[in-house]
């Protein structure tokens, strides 16, 4: 019995060190885990970072060069030489007119669905923003085109809204549907109307999925690339299409292409590490919520 005893005391000694043991593990190999997938994701950025301050020699060589003299000519270039600032201008108007537009239309939108259950109409919504982009393409191109609205800043704001809206109602859904209806029925007997109770009680106490919804909206309006590459011109240009001046028949400006592409980025991802507790308020708060 004594040998028993003694045999089980040593178990459940044992047995914490063990639980420690397993727990670091466990611990390192999260880490590595994280590590491989932020090298994965990272890696991209690194190499374009990497591409715009090399020479066109450099970025041409069968044989990856890692170690040069970085410049800034390709910047230089970017800049100065094919109008980037404007094209950058461009981009800024049509992502803030489309995310304003959309959140114009799209936050009373999601207000209906939310409070008077319109599920038909939310997956028409859905639908819409699930479908090939290029199915839209050729019907646009058509009716801008006999609308002499090629190469304007509204055909441009009209067909990024099929990008945005669907993206602000469906996490604005969420939101609205956990304000208490107590608070809008006492708005309406102190004399509210249903557009102010909407304006001054239930869109703040939305702000956070609100200010979410309008950050991804813009951003997705940022990238757009292609109704932007059919129905933008001379005077609209975004800088997505604007990368395209970098690739000829004959040859690509590596530099440039990798300069350009960091000129586009590098916004969004100060825009992001600026107002990221934002959008993960925003989001977090509406998963829950849903």
């Known amino acids: 019995m004594s040998a028993v005893g003694t045999g089980a005391r040593r178990r459940s000694q044992a047995t914490p060190a063990g639980d420690r043991r397993r727990r670091r593990i466990r611990?390192?190999?999260?880490?590595?885990?994280?590590?491989?997938?932020?090298?994965?994701?990272?890696f991209p950025f690194y190499w374009m970072i990497l591409t715009s301050l090399r020479s066109q020699v450099d970025n041409t060589s069968p044989v990856p060069v890692w170690f040069f003299r970085p410049t800034l000519e390709n910047y230089l270039n970017v800049i100065r030489q094919n109008n980037f600032l404007a094209y950058t201008w461009h981009s800024l108007i049509i992502a803030t007119l489309a995310?304003?537009?959309?959140?114009?239309?799209?936050?009373?939108?999601?207000?209906?669905?939310?409070?008077?259950?319109?599920?038909?109409?939310?997956f028409a919504i859905l639908m819409a923003r699930l479908t090939p982009y290029i199915t839209y393409l050729v019907p646009w191109y058509m009716a801008f085109?006999?609308?002499?609205?090629?190469?304007?800043?509204?055909?441009?704001?009209a067909t990024h809204l099929i990008v945005g809206m669907p993206l602000i109602i469906w996490i604005m859904i969420s939101f609205f549907e956990e304000v208490p209806r107590d608070l809008e029925e006492?708005?309406?007997?102190?004399?509210?109307?249903?557009?102010?109770?909407?304006?001054?009680?239930?869109?703040?106490?939305s702000t956070p999925g609100i200010v979410a919804?309008?950050?991804?909206?813009?951003?997705?309006?940022?990238?757009?690339?292609?109704?932007?590459?059919?129905?933008?011109?001379?005077?609209?240009?975004?800088?997505?299409?604007?990368?395209?001046?970098?690739?000829?028949y004959g040859q690509i400006n590596f530099g440039g292409l990798g300069a350009a592409a960091v000129l586009i980025t590098l916004p969004v991802v100060l825009l992001t590490l600026v107002i990221q507790r934002y959008i993960v308020t925003g989001l977090t708060m509406g998963a829950v919520k849903g």
């Open 27 to 42: 611990t390192l190999l999260i880490y590595l885990l994280m590590a491989v997938v932020l090298v994965i994701m990272l």
């Open 186 to 205: 006492a708005a309406y007997v102190d004399g509210a109307s249903r557009f102010g109770t909407f304006t001054r009680i239930v869109l703040p106490l």
């Open 145 to 157: 085109r006999a609308l002499h609205l090629i190469d304007t800043y509204v055909a441009l704001t």
């Open 213 to 248: 919804a309008s950050i991804l909206s813009f951003i997705f309006s940022w990238n757009q690339f292609l109704f932007s590459l059919v129905l933008s011109g001379p005077n609209t240009k975004p800088v997505p299409v604007a990368v395209f001046n970098f690739i000829s």
């Open 99 to 122: 995310t304003g537009l959309g959140l114009v239309l799209g936050l009373p939108a999601a207000y209906s669905i939310a409070r008077y259950k319109q599920n038909g109409l939310a």
